[in-house]
């Protein structure tokens, strides 16, 4: 049965070579590996949706400690966006063993800037974009929507004119501080053997960044998204799992700890910032069962 189903599709796309060269590849973006910046990891993906008018944009960042990672996404899940309406982006960045901060954070923010001088050619809605994406690229994107507008009007390069504010974020996992003075004290020294943690400042061993602690404080503070919550930025949701075990078991349940979501939710609930956390019999939100409702949610409406 299965080989004269096959054997019809055949028949039919040689019989009508249109349907052949209207069926692109699964998944296929618009326009792959578009170069946002100077860097040979400064590329991104993206795939634009159909609807009437400019789409909004969701843009996803990878995760991986910003010691690895990719942004290839699984065809279902960005087909999701797509079908309600809502163009699709995924962004490379370099990474800390080439460039340490500012490097990861910066490039993902230069990414949102470029997208928004595509904004005519590729149909989307500059004030409707949102971001997403897991551990560090949670944390990259929570800075980003945090953060005060990087767009500097007398910059001579025209993409660093425009703004990297966006309008909501939904993120996995996240790390709202990576001071690790600040996360030992909320999750134990199992969270310190994360490489991420030493790598994000250039040093290649925990103990080297502790030592030298003095100097990378700065950017420590700077980097992380706790430092820049004021009550004054868009909606944000976090995801986290429900292992709530203090202290940390180990570096991976440390780097992804509900402890971070739950440090970034009580100081939302102060600064009044609308703020929403998902942990599985721990926190829920009155208002949205998951991320991808609260993404379509903003993006749409």
Not at 15 to 31: G, I, Q, R, V, Y
Not at 180 to 204: C, D, F, S, T, Y
Request: hydrophobic share 40%.
């Amino acid at each position: 049965m299965k080989t004269c189903v096959a054997s019809f599709l055949l028949l039919a796309l040689l019989a009508n070579p249109l349907l052949a060269a209207d069926a692109p590849p699964a998944n296929k973006p618009t326009h792959a590996d578009v170069s946002y910046g100077p860097y040979k990891m400064n590329v991104l993906d993206f795939w634009q949706a159909e609807g009437e008018g400019p789409r909004p944009l969701l843009v996803y960042i990878h995760g991986g400690g910003w010691i690895g990672g990719d942004k290839k996404q699984s065809p279902a899940r960005i087909a999701k966006f797509l079908e309600k309406g809502i163009s699709y982006a995924a962004v490379n960045y370099r990474l800390t063993g080439e460039a340490p901060l500012p490097a990861p954070v910066h490039d993902a923010a230069r990414a949102i800037q470029f997208i928004r001088t595509k904004a005519a050619e590729w149909n989307i809605d500059g004030n409707r974009i949102a971001l997403t994406g897991g551990s560090a690229g949670a944390c990259t994107s929570m800075w980003i929507l945090l953060h005060d507008d990087l767009a500097d009007a007398n910059a001579k390069d025209p993409v660093l004119r425009e703004s990297t504010r966006v309008s909501a974020a939904a993120v996995a996992g996240g790390q709202t501080s990576i001071d690790p003075k600040v996360i030992e004290g909320w999750l134990g020294p199992n969270v310190l053997k994360h490489r991420m943690i030493n790598m994000a400042v250039g040093e290649q061993t925990m103990a080297g960044a502790l030592k030298n602690y003095a100097q990378h404080r700065d950017l420590y503070v700077e980097f992380s998204p706790y430092s820049h919550l004021d009550g004054n930025d868009p909606p944000l949701l976090m995801t986290y799992g429900n292992d709530m075990t203090l202290p940390s078991k180990s570096a991976g349940h440390g780097i992804h700890h509900p402890v971070y979501g739950l440090k970034m939710k009580e100081k939302a609930d102060r600064a009044g910032h609308e703020c929403h956390l998902l942990i599985q019999g721990v926190s829920k939100s009155d208002k949205y069962g998951s991320a991808d409702a609260f993404l379509i949610d903003k993006l749409l409406h």
